[in-house]
């Protein structure tokens, strides 16, 4: 069995006929003919029954559809790490909770590649847990999340602290108020993130549906495109960070901080603990950790306050 015989019985067991695999596949349909037979006597069993009308997969060509399906596939990651594999030393692979780089900015890029001209840095944009799960099966080297952070299984150090935020309407009445509570939120409308993201977690579960607060919530999405639409003409309030949350100032958009004792969390640059990391990914970690404050991205910047990154806790357990 190999990897020709599988795709045209893929093939033929989607158009059903002999003469049309043989058109897709710009071969003869003798040869679709010779590749399936052959295919069957290794199988042992038929796998198409021929009428007039064209072909009908068996049973076990059904049962064999995913299966083939997967090793197409196999097929696929290998022939793709044949022609990557030159380069596979010389790319670092980071995944970040979304927002993160374009907070970074594009001159972070451009800087690491005018340092490192012959690294590829492949970023990934991620949930915290898609982040973390990243690491452990080894498909990242780096992930950025929010703490806390299992120092058991990770190494983390802290990159910049983010305080939550709420984006509403500038006309909304609640954008009166210079700070919100989680109070004020009763009764409204909310979107945000997502249950997938630790943030949307830690405000839900945590702080308002757990301490009994009654709100709407509109819609769960981490599309900046929606969220700003859902603010304008539904009067929705968004809960996020404020890396992401003043990248796009507006002036018909409020933004507020939140007034709680914990009112924000630390971001980190986190690898797998006991690990040798390669000289790209040496080389990486230092330039992020050096660029960050050198560029002003440790503090995050509000219209008329600049706030402290130090972090409440460390968020390492």
Known sequence: MNQKQLQYFLDCCETKNM???????FVSRQGVSKMIRDLETELGTPLFHRSQK???PTDFAFSLIPHARNLLDEYACITGMNTLAGQKQNVVTLYA????????????LRDFRKAFPHTIL?????TDTGALNGLLAQEADFA????PIDSTRFTAGPLFYSRFCFRMAADHPLARKEKLTYQDLAGQKIISKGRAYRCFRTHMDEKILGAGIAVDIFAETSDETIALDLIRKEGVISIGYDYMDL???????AVRPLDASESGS????????????????????????DWIPAHGKDQIAWPG?????????SGIS
């Open 247 to 253: 990248l796009h100032p507006a002036p018909d958009i």
């Open 54 to 56: 064209g072909l009908e």
């Open 97 to 108: 909770l979304d927002h993160v780089l374009e907070y970074l900015s594009a001159d972070f």
């Open 305 to 313: 306050a600049q706030y402290s990154t130090v972090s409440p806790s």
């Open 266 to 289: 630390e971001l980190y640059l986190v690898t797998l603990k006991n690990t040798l990391p390669r000289k790209s990914a040496r080389q990486f970690r230092q330039f992020l950790l």
């Open 144 to 147: 950025i999340t929010t703490g």
């Open 122 to 126: 492949s970023t990934v944009e991620s």
């Open 19 to 25: 003469q049309k695999t043989a058109d897709r596949l």
